[in-house]
């Protein structure tokens, strides 16, 4: 679950760490008020508020030096969908700004906290680099990147900030407060069960303050029933309502921009049908696992949901009947079928416990169902049935 940047800013605040001063607004007369009212000045920068990266490229920061600027930029943003290089193509709500002072910088640096599954440890990432994409960097100056990988018991020591202010850096003043401040992050970072903790850039300001100019915190899904504060914080509004309703439903979804329509019991056997529909010409119109023990209901919820999206122009469903029975698949396929009134193609490729069951329940249906023999048959069969209806 990602939070939004003024979410992530308040919790940085909470664990006693320096942020902009700023405060969310939800139309341009709010923001007006909160520039003249509360944080003064000149200038101020307007942020859009959502689940996404890239916002500045996409002119979802910018930077107004006068109350009529700023209003204009709240007017123009506000309501609209935002779209930048890492959301989908139809890009996300922006229902809300962060309107924030501007600081007189003296350098921007880049600090992040993440899960290391490989390790199975927490590391820190920096680089003096900020303002950049860190993938950028790790590209073309992959020196400039910076790890300490984090004891799983003894957490992070404070040698290993020494260790990143020193690469980074810093001047020796400024030493003792980097240690605190990532000290805390990493406090913070443990304690909300995150998976990504992110501020880019990090600066260091004219007068030797060290303030998180921007930030992006994941947290795991997992940790969610124990961290309700965070559950509160959750914005549906950011996310595809297709994957809220699959979550609801107990199922794993993810909405993609393809044109095939993906419904699989396995997280590795929808990767791998998703690569075998681009291999054959197509792309997937989303990452479906219904799980080991799809029931009927379930593969009926999740066609429901498939086909609710309209760039969908045939659905392959692939499942391997181990835990799940063929028969008991099929049955959900048939009754999701007759219930939504499919109007594309359907190519099902059955294979496992009671394969012939099911592939005799589905002829018997009456239903325009197109079985496949294996997995790349029927990649090809459903590739081939979006390309002739494009035709």
């Known amino acids: 679950m990602n939070l939004h940047e003024y979410q992530a800013k308040q919790l940085l605040r909470e664990f006693g760490l320096n942020t902009p001063r700023g405060i969310v607004v939800e139309d341009p007369t709010h923001a007006e008020l909160a520039a003249t009212g509360y944080l003064g000045g000149e200038a101020w920068v307007?942020?859009?508020?959502?689940?996404?990266?890239?916002?500045g490229k996409a002119g979802g920061v910018r930077l107004v030096k006068s109350v009529a600027a700023l209003h204009e930029a709240a007017a123009d943003l506000l309501g609209k969908r935002l779209v930048t290089v890492q959301n989908a193509p139809e890009g996300q709500h922006v229902g809300q700004l962060l309107v924030e002072e501007t600081l007189d910088i003296a350098r921007e640096l880049y600090l992040s906290l993440v899960l290391d599954r490989e390790t199975e440890r927490v590391v820190v990432i920096a680089s003096s680099m900020?303002?950049?994409?860190?993938?950028?960097?790790?590209q073309t100056r992959p020196d400039q990147i910076l790890r300490e990988?984090?004891?799983?018991?003894?957490?992070?020591?404070?040698?290993?900030?020494?260790?990143?202010?020193?690469?980074?850096?810093?001047?020796?003043?400024?030493?003792?407060?980097?240690?605190?401040?990532?000290?805390?992050?990493?406090?913070l970072f443990t304690q909300s069960d995150l998976i990504l903790l992110e501020i880019n850039p990090l600066i260091v300001t004219r007068d030797d303050r060290i303030v998180a100019l921007d930030c992006?915190?994941?947290?795991?899904?997992?940790?969610?029933?124990?961290?309700?504060?965070?559950?509160?914080m959750r914005d549906d509004s950011q996310v595809d309502s297709k994957e809220i309703a699959a979550?609801?439903?107990g199922l794993n979804y993810i909405a993609l921009d393809g044109e095939i329509g993906c419904l699989v019991n396995g997280a590795g056997l929808a990767m791998a049908t998703m690569d075998l529909i681009q291999l054959h010409g197509a792309k997937p119109a989303n990452f479906l696992d219904v799980g080991g023990s799809a029931t009927a209901q379930?593969?009926?919820s999740a066609?429901?949901?498939?086909?609710?999206?309209d760039k969908v122009k045939a659905v392959l469903v692939n499942i391997f009947g181990g835990i799940a029975r063929c028969d008991i698949i099929a049955e959900g396929i048939i009754s999701a079928i007759r219930e939504v009134g499919v109007s594309v193609p359907v190519i099902v490729r059955?294979?496992?416990?009671?394969?012939a069951l099911g592939k005799e329940k589905l002829a018997a249906s009456g239903l325009a169902v197109i079985t496949a023999d294996d997995l790349t048959d029927a990649a090809r069969r459903a590739v081939a049935a979006v390309k002739g209806a494009a035709a």
């Open 298 to 300: 379930t593969v009926a």
């Open 303 to 309: 066609l429901k949901i498939i086909l609710s999206d």
């Open 216 to 232: 992006k915190m994941m947290v795991d899904d997992n940790a969610l029933g124990r961290q309700k504060k965070l559950l509160d």
């Open 46 to 55: 307007v942020k859009a508020q959502i689940h996404s990266g890239g916002r």
């Open 350 to 355: 059955l294979e496992g416990t009671n394969v």
């Open 130 to 138: 900020g303002g950049m994409e860190i993938e950028e960097v790790a």
């Open 247 to 249: 979550q609801q439903a």
């Open 149 to 187: 990988s984090c004891d799983p018991v003894l957490g992070l020591q404070p040698f290993q900030c020494r260790n990143l202010a020193f690469e980074l850096g810093l001047p020796t003043a400024q030493i003792a407060d980097f240690t605190r401040m990532l000290t805390a992050l990493y406090e």
